[in-house]
């Protein structure tokens, strides 16, 4: 499973969809794919809005976090085309029903789409509001029976602060599950964590933005951090 952050998919705009950034990152599926692994994706919608950020505006909280389902949606469909542009085969999957553009959620046809293949993108979170997109990889990697989830991020593993703001932040090379919520280090939310804990599924932190890492981490090299 690899969990990829809305914001990840702006590259260098201050919102939206960088194209570039999108094709970047359908290759390193597309070279993961190739060497034989199941691959099924999950992708924030913070690009495009977060349920968050309307409800400190004023927002009703169910609404904005409905709207950011429909955002993630958006997010599905571009690394939809892109991974079709490069020759993958994709399915997307939506926890919300939008028959007209993608699948709905089915978890014995997503699995059916793994073994064919075929890579499968889970939108719309879990269908509900006031769950996070790092809870929905962290139930649909369980569903799946993913051996690992893979959180694609814009830096290189977890850190003890923010490190594009902090520079004496200390960088972990392993964390256990325990210490990312004692210490609250925001790798994910309590849910995602909890989920993935009791599921022994491991966490592993990397820079999606770094070409190529995606396959490094998943043959256990390059630089990440696992939580376990």
């Known amino acids: 499973m690899l969990k990829i952050s809305g914001e990840s998919l702006m590259g260098k705009l201050p919102y939206g969809i960088d194209p570039e950034m999108v094709g970047t990152v359908a290759q390193q599926v597309k070279d993961v794919v190739a060497t034989g692994v199941e691959v099924c994706l999950v992708i924030g919608g913070g690009n495009i809005f977060r349920g968050m950020s309307g409800a400190a505006a004023g927002m009703e909280r169910a609404t904005g976090d409905y709207m950011g389902m429909l955002a993630t949606v958006m ?30 959620y089915i978890r014995r046809r997503a699995t059916r789409h793994l073994e064919k293949g075929r890579v499968v993108i889970f939108a719309a979170g879990t269908g509900n509001p006031f769950f996070t997109t790092d809870t929905a990889a962290a139930l649909r990697a369980s569903e799946m029976n993913c051996q690992a989830l893979l959180k694609g991020t814009r830096v290189d593993g ?69 939580v376990f």
Not at 81 to 88: G, R, T
Request: aromatic content about 6%.
């Open 75 to 104: 997010n599905a469909l571009a690394m939809q085309n892109a991974l079709e542009q490069i020759d993958v085969p994709v399915r997307v999957q939506s926890a919300l029903t939008i028959s007209a553009v993608c699948e709905p």
């Open 158 to 226: 977890v850190y003890s602060d923010d490190p594009e703001k902090n520079k004496d932040a200390k960088r972990f090379d392993r964390v256990s599950y325990m210490q990312v919520l004692t210490d609250d280090l925001r790798v994910m939310d309590a849910s995602a964590i909890a989920l993935s804990r009791e599921n022994n599924i491991p966490i592993l932190v990397f820079s999606i933005e770094t070409p190529g890492e995606f396959e490094r981490v998943v043959k256990h090299e390059g630089r990440f951090t696992i």
